[in-house]
């Protein structure tokens, strides 16, 4: 089964976005980070955080690589759209050497069909507000 078989995902730039991104990362790979990442680009998560397109792929590629084994994407639903979109995507990862999937939501924002901003949320209490 594919990584987003079964999953819809939102119209236009912003689905190919989110696309592109889950693809990538289910990849290990986002060499082609450009095409959905914007320039200035902020991931905030609970392990990592950076700033900017190369420095996020480059991060974000290598904690991949090194501590995840696996992410099976659950749901994905756009929460606003307009210039700036908002999408949550809920997907199961297990990390190394972990026995099991976690859970894990990532709050992504894109404007003009690129992710300006990763907030990866392990418990949707403290989902940031829309």
Not at 15 to 28: C, F, I, P, S, W
Not at 79 to 106: N, S, T
């Amino acid at each position: 089964m594919a990584l987003l078989d079964g999953i819809q995902l939102p119209d236009g730039p912003t689905g190919t976005a989110v696309r592109l991104y889950l693809e990538a990362q289910d990849r290990k790979d986002l060499g082609n980070a450009a095409e959905f990442f914007h320039d200035d680009i902020v991931f905030n998560g609970l392990l990592l955080k950076a700033e900017g397109r190369d420095t996020v792929a480059a991060a974000v590629g290598q904690f991949l690589e090194q501590a995840i084994e696996s992410i099976r994407i659950e749901a994905i639903t756009q929460v606003e759209a307009g210039d700036i979109c908002r999408v949550l995507a809920l997907y199961w990862f297990k990390l190394r050497p972990a026995p099991e999937f976690q859970i894990l939501c990532d709050h992504l924002t894109i404007r003009g069909g690129r992710i300006t901003r990763v907030d990866n949320v392990f418990d949707a209490s403290k989902l940031p507000p829309m």
